[in-house]
């Protein structure tokens, strides 16, 4: 028998045990090399869905179920051309052409046209069998947003269809029993308004809007705009922002409502464009800020305006106008209504004077005419008023001071009527020295004016027998006669009219044309160049319409003579 060595013996025995694991690691590289292979054929099946997938998808059949389901969802019939599936980046539907339609209540015009949207299907909601979208981006879609002449907006029966539909929040991680509200957006998008069928001329465009769902049956929405009009030219008008919450309620009325939003940097003449569809002649930044509260059918609304470096627009003071108003009101109707309007100038509990109150109800806010309002104040300073006064017109005198207090009230019933009395009233300047030419209190008072029987000897065409406007009434001037001179007039929408009669000296008349530049031309050109210098009297009249020279100067200076007396 071969006798074994005991040194190779332990060798041979110890090999098994040490080739073992040699064995085990020569398996791994071929289970790496199976699951790389297994990902690679996964990421060749994903590029190849990818690439060949959409053609060969058709989803066509699915068009009619989508165009449904959004029209339940609005409460509106919808339509759409093209369905088209898509994969990058994230798997959704595009959508063109899709039109919502109108109540035919409110019209035939679309309420939502839309020439493409898509929607993005979340991920995790393939899985399930009801499928769940996480964005629906609208590309440039056209609004058109109805409000009727009894009170009634389109967006109504849309806003109370949504707060019926079972649905979680937005963000809500993981999927529910009620599919999860997604993220609706706009860009490029254009409000339009209109009153009944007819689209008035203001809207909005470039705006971006977002809507989600923070909460079950809580609504948010963002939405950033520029205003503009389609019948004028305009180009930089502001910034309006808007963020409101809506909740769900059982009837349109009763949706809880809490916005903020702001009109900025809105230059004046811009704004003035947008609002009243011409440039209303002034310059300066407007800003315009709101807050609602309450229910849609009743709210508490609060709007604040500022401007600051107001002027006019053809000529720059040397000080120009900050000023800033405070308006409180209820809304009711669904913003149909305004009641128990209260505003002031400056906002209530500012510390600055003076102070101009408001108040009022606008029963129909498509015609203001319809509004009742009343205004007053307790007293402003003359010297506010000039400092006003040379904001609005370049030719106030640098050296005029004036003195007294303005006081009085005014109401609004299709016209503007009332009384308003400056007291104590002084009028100087560096010529006069101390000496006010006004004594007492001057008045001015809405009246109906008798036609001037002077134009009616003009033109033989029959004049309208009363102007509504305000009067001025008779004020007694000290311009050195015996007996006090008198200054009286009309203010009316058109212009206004001055009517200068009694006993002057020339140094004391050339003073009250330096200090009322609207007499001026008129006397200048009624007098002529030798009137006297001593004591004389003149009956004068200036016409002016607003915004032009003073116009039709009437007038006759006659000396004292011992054949006729003087009038008075």
């Known amino acids: 028998m071969q006798q074994t060595d005991p040194l190779h013996a332990t060798a041979h025995a110890e090999a098994p045990a040490k080739a073992a694991p040699l064995a085990a690691t020569n398996h791994r590289p071929r289970a790496s090399l199976r699951r790389r292979l297994i990902y690679v054929a996964l990421v060749l099946l994903v590029v190849a869905s990818l690439i060949f997938g959409p053609p060969l998808v058709n989803i066509s059949r699915f068009q009619r179920r989508i165009a449904t389901a959004i029209g339940n969802s609005l409460g509106r019939p919808v339509h759409l051309d093209r369905v088209s599936l898509t994969l990058l980046p994230l798997p959704g539907f595009t959508i063109e052409n899709l039109v919502v339609g109108e109540d035919p209540s409110f019209g035939s015009e679309p309420i939502i ?49 949504a707060s019926r539909i079972e649905a979680a929040p937005t963000a809500q991680r993981s999927a529910g029993p009620a599919p999860r509200f997604p993220y609706i957006e706009a860009t490029g998008a254009r409000l339009n308004f209109k009153q009944d069928a007819e689209k008035i001329p203001f809207s909005l465009i470039d705006s971006e809007f977002a809507l989600w769902l923070p909460d079950p049956h809580q609504w948010h929405f963002r939405l950033k705009a520029r205003p503009t009009r389609t019948d004028a030219s305009v180009s930089d ?3 309006i922002e808007l963020e409101s919450t809506l909740s769900a309620a059982s009837a349109t009325s009763q949706i809880p409502i809490n916005l903020q939003g702001q009109w900025r940097d809105a230059p004046l003449g811009e704004a003035s464009r947008v609002l009243f569809g011409h440039d209303a002649g002034w310059r300066g930044d407007m800003n315009l800020s709101a807050n609602i509260r309450g229910t849609l059918g009743e709210s508490a609304v609060t709007t604040r305006l500022r401007l600051t470096g107001t ?6 003071p040397e000080q120009l106008l900050n000023a800033e108003a405070e308006c409180f009101a209820t809304a009711t109707h669904i913003f149909h209504s305004f009641e128990d309007l209260r505003c002031s100038w400056p906002p209530a509990g500012a510390a600055s004077t003076p102070t101009i109150a408001l108040t009022g109800s606008v029963p129909d806010v498509r015609n203001p005419r319809e509004a009742r309002l009343q205004a007053g104040t307790s007293g402003i300073p003359a010297s506010t008023l000039i400092s006003w006064l040379r904001v609005a017109n370049p030719h106030v005198p640098d050296d005029l001071k004036a003195t007294g207090t303005l006081s009085g ?7 503007w009527q009332g009384d308003l009395t400056l007291r104590d009233a002084g009028l100087t300047t560096t010529a006069t020295g101390a000496d ?11 009246t109906l004016r008798p036609a001037d029987t002077r134009q009616r000897r003009r033109n033989p065409q029959p004049a309208p027998q009363n102007t509504p406007g305000f009067q001025l009434a008779p004020a007694s001037l000290d311009l050195g006669g015996h007996d ?20 002057v000296i020339n140094n004391r008349l050339e003073a009250l044309t330096h ?3 609207a007499l001026s031309e008129a006397l200048n050109q009624a007098l002529p160049a030798n009137h006297p210098t001593g004591p004389f009297h003149v009956d ?27 009038r008075h």
């Open 113 to 161: 046209r839309a020439n493409l949207v898509h929607a993005s299907v979340r991920i995790t909601s393939l899985w399930r069998r009801q499928v769940e979208f996480s964005t629906i981006s609208f590309t440039e879609p056209s609004v058109n947003l109805v409000h009727t002449s009894d009170g009634r907006w389109n967006i109504e029966g849309i806003l109370l269809q």
């Open 237 to 239: 008008t502001g910034i």
């Open 311 to 316: 002027r006019r627009a053809d000529f720059v």
């Open 409 to 415: 009230s005014l109401s609004y019933d299709g016209r």
């Open 436 to 446: 006010s030419l006004i004594t007492g209190d001057i008045l001015v008072s809405s």
């Open 484 to 503: 006090p001179a008198a200054l009286e007039g009309h203010l009316d929408a058109q212009g206004y009219t001055l009517h200068l009669s009694g006993m």
């Open 515 to 517: 200090a009322i530049p």
């Open 540 to 566: 004068v009249t200036a016409t002016r319409p607003w915004g032009t020279s003073p116009l039709s100067p009437e007038a006759t200076a006659v000396p004292p003579s011992p054949l006729r007396k003087p």
